[in-house]
């Protein structure tokens, strides 16, 4: 890619870690330049995967909060010590029809084979030892929840959710049911359909979800250095001028714009 800022819409396939997909990007580009990405998917699962590369990396959790879109292959009557088709599989009992499917506030724990850290520690790594760990739950939104079809022990489903939400999780909780092929789709409005690795985003235009407030030279220069401008918004917003963008920004209660993540420097 000719500038070296920006992010990547990768279709990702089964069987590569993000890891791997980011770490081909970063051959590809030269060790100087930093390469990330924008959330995790398990090396089974396939789709849409942000990459992120140069100062992209430096809004990573601003990409990494947008909603997620999946579509579901499930296994039912059957589970899964890790929720998918790489656990120890046993026959368990099959979840009644209709299926009950959860949308709206939801408290969720993780899994014990993920990457949630507890105490400094990775959970998948305590689980492959045998001491798994004590994840606390969190709180997740699930906006769709639809079934697709159901025929003997399989079923498809689309599944829209927040950031953070375990969909192996969701699968596991029908009771019983394990995750077969898990795709995600979109993340906000970025669509799997779109994915094309060498054709990159402009920064400012992957962000686009977020307002933008224009500053004048004299402003530019000074949110540059991380100094407040005047200005009000609810919520983050980009700082522009007429070169491009400048910074993220939150807003303060004196009626300011505090930079929190500068571009130009």
Known sequence: MADADGVLLVDKPAGKTSHDVVAGVK????????VGHAGTL??????????????????????????????????????????????????????????ILPVGRISQRPPAYSAVKVGGVRAYAAARRGEPLEIAEREVQVMRF?????????????????????????????????????RRTRIGRFDVADADPDRPLRLEDALDHLPAHHLDPEDAKRAGHGVP?????????????????????????????????????
């Not at 919520?235 to 939150?250: I, K, S």
Request: aromatic share 6%; proline share 6%.
């Open 27 to 34: 051959r590809s580009l030269g060790r100087q330049i930093k």
């Open 42 to 99: 398990d090396p089974f699962a396939t789709g849409l995967l942000l990459v992120l590369v140069g100062r992209a990396t430096r809004a990573q959790r601003y990409l990494m909060a947008l909603p997620k879109t999946y579509e579901v292959l499930a296994r039912l009557g059957w589970r899964s010590s890790t929720g998918d088709p790489e656990g120890e599989v046993e026959r368990g009992v099959a979840p009644p029809d209709p299926l």
């Open 146 to 182: 639809d079934q697709r079809w159901r025929e003997g022990d399989r079923a498809a489903f689309a599944i829209e959710c927040s950031s953070g939400t375990y969909v192996r999780v969701l699968i596991a909780e029908l009771n019983d049911a394990y995750c077969l092929e898990l």
């Open 229 to 265: 401008v005047t200005g009000e918004a609810v919520g983050t917003v980009r700082l522009m001028d007429d070169a491009g963008m400048v910074a993220l920004a939150e807003p303060l209660a004196n009626g300011t714009l505090k930079p929190v993540v500068g571009f130009r420097g």
